[in-house]
Structure formats: C-alpha cells, structure tokens
C-alpha cells in the first residue's frame, strides 16, 4: 500500500508546484530541447506546467489497471513488489524531468546531457532488475511472439536483456565523459545501443524458441 501512495503524492506534488509556478512563468515555455542542448520546441506555459502531471496521472492509472486485466496476472503477482518499485522510478523519473523544465524557465542554464544521462542510466538499469525478475505475462518485459509461447524461452530472454539493459545504463554514465567532446552525437549515444539492444533480444528469442521446437 505504501508503495502505491509514493506515486500519488509525487504527482499530487507536480500539480502543486505547477499552480505555483504558473504566475512566475513565460507565456511561451522551452520544453524541447535539441542533441546539442539548445531549445527548439516551446509550449504554452498552461501545458508545460500541467502536461507532464497529467500524463503521469494517466500512465500511474495504466500501471494500476494492467496487473488487473493481464490474462496471466497471476504470473504479475509473482514480482508484483519490483513492478510496484518500477512504478515508483518512473513517476520519479517524469517529475525529475518535470523540474528540470521548470528551473530553465526560471532562468538556470545547464547541460542537458549531464542533466538527463544520469536519471536515464537509473531508469534503464532498473528496467534490468525488472525483466530480470519478471515471469511470462502480456504487459511486463520482452513480449515476442516467442518468449509469450514458451517459459523457457521466456526465461533465457529475460536473463540476456536483464544484462544487456544494466550493461547499457553504465555505458550511459562513462558517454557522460564525452559529452563535451561530442555533443551532437547525444541522441545516437542514447538511442542506437537501445535499438540494437531491441533487435538482438528479438533474434535471440526467435533462435532460442526454434531450439525448443527441434
């Protein structure tokens, strides 16, 4: 129970502050930002205080209702103490990007990447906890149409991908080295190793299920 209040009272906390704030703000707000950490993308300040509460009231209702209606929801209570942990981050993880928006448009100026990289990395490697520990069901982990038909298969996916998705938070930390040296390479830093990580994971368990099957 007292992992579901965490949620509620972080997003009840982002209303809070965006009612705040809301005096205090441009008209137009910075919300989006380029690989090189520039601005590029502005929303009226009604939306950039309020979006972000709102999405993350909806998506908490979403992790609510999925172990309710999950054919194999029995399987979810299995792990139901890291998925309700998983909940916990990810609202943490928007309000964290919730507040950086708001202190640029206060006037403080950052890098981006030094910013986000972190919070990203502790996102990833608890996906990695996550899938780690996650038994077969319809919503929760790596669901390919071979990893959903056989538990082994299912097992042995989850064991790489815990792996690959840990691996992958750590390298975020050390590209912050690079950040500097790089910065128009941030995005392609954070997006192509996910990527490939996705295809490799799907190869894998289609190989690992066609073993199953011989």
Not at 50 to 61: A, D, E, N, Q, V
Not at 196 to 201: C, K, N
């Amino acid at each position: 129970m007292k992992k579901q209040i965490i949620p509620i009272g972080i997003i009840v906390l982002a209303f809070f502050i965006g009612i705040y704030f809301y005096p205090q703000m441009p008209e137009q707000m910075a919300s989006h930002w380029n690989a090189e950490g520039q601005v590029d993308g502005y929303l009226p300040k009604f939306w950039a205080l309020f979006l972000m509460p709102i999405l993350s009231f909806g998506l908490y209702l979403l992790f609510i209702v999925i172990p309710k209606i999950d054919p194999l929801k029995e399987n979810i209570e299995k792990f139901r103490n890291y998925y309700d942990t998983f909940v916990i981050i990810f609202i943490c993880f928007l309000f964290y990007i919730y507040l950086v928006t708001i202190f640029w448009n206060l006037g403080f100026q950052f890098n981006m990447g030094y910013v986000l990289i972190p919070a990203i990395s502790v996102l990833f490697y608890y996906c990695g906890i996550l899938i780690e520990n996650a038994e077969r069901n319809w919503f929760v982990g790596i669901r390919t149409p071979w990893t959903l038909s056989d538990d082994g298969v299912w097992k042995k996916t989850h064991i790489v991908g815990a792996k690959l998705f840990k691996i992958y938070a750590l390298l975020l930390l050390v590209s912050l080295l690079f950040i500097d040296l790089m910065p128009q390479c941030l995005v392609f830093v954070i997006l192509i190793p996910a990527v490939l990580i996705v295809i490799y994971l799907f190869v894998y368990s289609y190989i690992e299920y066609q073993k199953v099957r011989k």
